[in-house]
């Protein structure tokens, strides 16, 4: 799909935030060894070898400026053979201290658990015990609602129907299950971002009838922000928010306004080479403060 790019709306960073005013901690992995390598999503199909690394490095690092503008960044060492390693929403779900580290679905990914735990027990987190045989790939699947105590939680193509309760159990807050139906979107972060004020960023297309009634329920329909198709192919829904900034990939001048009207500040952030991997900004990271 082609369309003529959308002028980037980028304000200038604040100059000289220092991290003691950032609010929120943020994981990432530099991309040295990302690549695609194998095929575990719809985007990659064909892709294999096909992500530029300069490319995708200095997409990264704007990325990873415009951030730390707003937030403090954290950094895990990439490691070799760990070529989807730089898509740390998939590390675990950190919350209050404690960390489930992902347990992978794709055996792809397994070796990652490893390099993930590591650094998450010299950090100080406390792990919770999650069983060997439920697939659950992190806060790529469970997104914190940031107006409502509560947990949506995506399954079906990656995570295990069973981790919602799982969850709540683990960390005592409640869960919502939400199924995905589009392999497109096999991440719940791939097609649903939580933003504050109750607002919800979303393609409703990837949920289930149940679901997507759910998800009006609990938001409120005054508070959701549907996205178009084009949109969501172009991973808006992708979208980091740090301080009333939200990052995304691309989004078409309607889904701007939109999200100028809530009260933010849209920062179009290219990730074209992370694309081919299936992941765009969301993805890239991990909020480590969770509360
Ligand atoms: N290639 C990676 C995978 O399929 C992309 C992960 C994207 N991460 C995310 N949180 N949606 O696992």
Redesign the pocket.
């Known amino acids: 799909m082609k369309r003529a790019a959308a002028p980037l709306l980028l304000e200038p960073a604040p100059q000289g935030a220092a991290p003691a005013l950032a609010t929120e901690g943020i994981l990432m992995c530099a991309p040295d060894h990302f690549g ?1 390598d194998y095929v ?2 719809p ?2 199909e064909r892709q294999i070898g096909k992500a530029e690394r300069e490319l995708a490095e200095l997409q990264w690092k704007y990325l990873a400026e415009q951030l730390s503008a707003r937030a403090r960044l954290r950094f895990i060492a990439p490691q070799a053979g760990a ?2 390693m730089v ?1 740390t ?2 590390a675990g779900l950190a919350f209050a201290g404690m960390v489930i580290v992902s347990r ?1 679905r ?1 055996p ?2 397994r070796p990652e658990e490893r390099w993930f735990r590591e650094w998450f027990r010299k950090e100080g987190f406390k792990e919770a015990p999650w069983p060997e045989d439920i697939a659950f ?5 469970a997104l914190f609602d940031r107006a409502q105590p509560l947990i949506w939680c995506g399954h079906g193509w ?1 995570t295990s129907k069973e981790a919602p309760a799982l969850i709540e159990n683990i960390l005592g807050r409640s869960t919502v299950g939400l199924r995905l139906v589009d392999p497109r979107f ?5 097609c649903f971002c939580p933003l504050p004020g109750g607002w919800l960023l979303y393609y409703p297309q990837a949920f289930d009838h149940d679901s997507q009634q759910k998800i009006a329920t609990l938001a409120g329909e005054e508070k959701l922000i549907p996205v178009s198709e084009e949109d969501a192919m172009f991973f808006a829904c ?1 979208a980091v928010e740090a301080r009333g900034a939200v990052f995304l990939n691309d989004a078409t001048q309607a889904l701007q306004r939109r999200l100028h009207e809530a009260g933010f500040t849209p920062v179009l952030t290219p990730l074209s080479e ?1 694309f081919k ?4 900004a ?2 890239l990271t991990l909020k480590l403060d969770e509360r």
């Open positions: 695609v575990i999503n985007w990659m070529p989807d898509f929403a998939n992978f794709a792809e990914r790939e992190g806060a790529g699947d990656r096999y991440h719940l972060d791939t992708n992370f991997a299936g992941g765009a969301k993805c």
